[in-house]
């Protein structure tokens, strides 16, 4: 803002120009993260969520940016659904859940990708919808997304390594088997 009105001033007294290049380093990186929705709130880093109890999970997790992993695997989820949020405003989150738990996930993405089991969508702008049902006496956790540059993943196991590194369905060869079907169509919307 300020090299924007020392630019407008100078216009009218001239010899400013070296302004410009400043004031474009400035305005072209944060154009970016306002058009993409990236949230910051939440800490930056490296965090690791591991409740052990129904009780200890959270209604939300957020993670400015980095890296989240909140690994459920230890909680033994009652049939019926569970919500869970996820954000992350650049990097990396990680679900990990129980081979018995059913898994719906609706995500927004401004830029990056979902990997959910054995199905993704990436690109610019995408709303992710994977609607399941489970059986009645499974337990089912509905999973709301916010990603603002990065990767929302749900797994039954932990890869080693970097995320990026590896394909958007790296994933293939794990499946949703607690669910029964699909409610509505799965995939990414581009807006």
């Given at each position: 803002?300020?090299?924007?009105?020392?630019?407008?001033?100078?216009?009218?007294?001239?010899?400013?120009?070296?302004?410009?290049?400043?004031?474009?380093?400035?305005?072209?990186?944060?154009?970016?993260?306002?058009?993409?929705?990236?949230?910051?709130?939440?800490?930056?880093?490296?965090?690791?969520?591991?409740?052990?109890?129904?009780?200890?999970?959270?209604?939300?997790?957020?993670?400015?940016?980095?890296?989240?992993?909140?690994?459920?695997?230890?909680?033994?989820?009652?049939?019926?659904?569970?919500?869970?949020k996820v954000g992350i405003g650049t990097g990396h989150?990680?679900?990990l859940v129980p081979d018995d738990v059913c898994v719906a996930t609706t995500a927004s993405v401004g830029m990056g990708g979902v990997s959910v089991f054995d199905r993704s969508g990436g690109g610019i702008d995408v709303d992710y919808h994977d609607a399941r049902r489970a059986p009645a006496d499974t337990a089912r956790l509905v999973i709301d997304g916010d990603v603002g540059v990065g990767l929302l993943e749900v797994r039954h196991d932990k890869f080693d390594g970097p995320p990026f590194g590896r394909r958007l369905n790296a994933g293939a060869g794990e499946?949703?088997?607690?669910?029964?079907?699909r409610l509505a169509s799965t995939g990414a919307s581009h807006g």
């Open positions: 803002i300020a090299a924007g009105a020392a630019l407008v001033g100078a216009a009218f007294v001239g010899g400013a120009r070296w302004l410009i290049l400043p004031a474009l380093a400035i305005a072209l990186p944060l154009a970016f993260v306002t058009a993409a929705g990236i949230d910051l709130d939440g800490g930056f880093g490296d965090r690791n969520e591991r409740p052990g109890t129904i009780a200890e999970i959270q209604d939300s997790y957020r993670l400015g940016a980095g890296e989240l992993t909140i690994d459920l695997r230890d909680v033994k989820l009652p049939a019926g659904d569970h919500r869970l989150a990680l679900v499946r949703n088997s607690a669910c029964v079907t």
